[in-house]
């Protein structure tokens, strides 16, 4: 243990690709340590958006206290600043109540402002320049992101309309680039373990396929013609939710349907492999054998 940890709130960090088995897995690593677990997720925060995001159940969860699942209805926006404010409580709650932490998740963005303590105290929103922005073509506001803020504008698509109006939004309110506002960080104020699962891209494809095929056994389609009035919400933008609107609307058929879920699930499991490795963070990787692996680690990180 250095000078720099001694002291600080421990915190065990699982995450890796979708469908790689993360939640399983810190299901085991919290009976270990007698610890609760924080989601780091950004769709399922969610209520009602349970089986397209792959959402542990309460009989799954066998016990163990979760926290930051179903927090908030569809029809609301949730940030990565708002979880980096919840996710502060929770880790307080938990460590108050004489439990460990354990924090489970594939949404990197989540966990990389958590453990850096991005500000963004300065990044309030605009409805009114937000309105003048909408009415702007995707293309022209993309052009215009990458004159003020490139570096943003290269961790968006070019079709991610939210994320760009959200990025020019904070420029035009702040006169500060929101890549700018995210590396104005201090100290991490906690001593962590990350890891990060992985395994060969056949494998993590076919946990995919699996995945997507037993989403429509487990009732997909019904959960979105429950959810289907929050179309135009940011919630049902998610994989699996979006597709499933349109094959709902009649724009692809329900083969055109899974095989789209699964291509998009992959095109995402790929995005978070190379958002990990970009990590400035101090990580392990493991990509085989995960619990036992995984529990020598959690061993040695409690008893130094």
């Known amino acids: 243990m250095t000078k720099q940890t001694i002291g600080k709130q421990k915190l065990f960090i699982i995450t890796g690709p979708t469908a ?12 270990q340590i007698d610890a609760e677990i924080i989601s780091c997720d950004s769709m399922q925060v969610y209520r009602g ?3 397209g995001t792959g959402k542990i159940t309460k009989n799954e ?9 179903d927090i908030v209805d569809p029809s609301e926006e949730y940030s990565v600043a708002r979880f980096v404010e919840d996710s502060k409580k929770a880790i307080e709650d938990i460590s108050r109540r004489g439990k460990k932490v354990v924090l489970c998740g594939g949404t990197g963005l989540y966990i990389n402002a958590l453990l850096n303590n991005y500000n963004f105290a300065s990044a309030q929103k605009s409805i009114k320049t937000r309105e003048v922005l909408s009415k702007r073509p995707t293309e022209e506001l993309y052009q215009e992101l990458l004159m003020v803020d490139d570096y943003s504008a290269k961790k968006i698509s070019k079709n991610d309309r939210k994320r760009i109006i959200r990025a020019l939004e904070i420029f035009y309110e702040t006169s500060e680039k929101k890549s700018e506002i995210a590396t104005k960080s201090s100290e991490c104020k906690y001593d962590y373990r990350l890891i990060v699962l992985s395994k060969n891209r056949e494998l993590i494809y076919g946990g995919i396929g699996k995945r997507v095929d037993q989403f429509f056994e487990d009732g997909l389609l019904d959960e979105v013609k429950r959810l289907i009035k929050f179309c135009d919400f940011q919630s049902m933008q998610a994989i699996g939710y979006k597709e499933t609107v349109q094959h709902l609307n009649g724009l692809i058929s329900f083969d055109e349907l899974k095989e789209k879920i699964k291509q998009n699930s992959r095109r995402y499991a ?34 130094k």
């Open 20 to 31: 790689i088995g993360k939640s399983s897995l810190s299901i085991e690593v919290a009976k």
């Open 49 to 51: 958006l349970d089986i």
């Open 61 to 69: 969860m066998h016990g163990v206290r979760h926290h930051l699942i």
């Open 270 to 303: 790929k995005r978070q492999l190379t958002y990990f490795r970009g990590m400035k963070t101090e990580k392990i990787w493991i990509e085989d054998n995960f619990l036992p692996v995984m529990r020598g680690i959690v061993s040695d990180f409690y008893e």
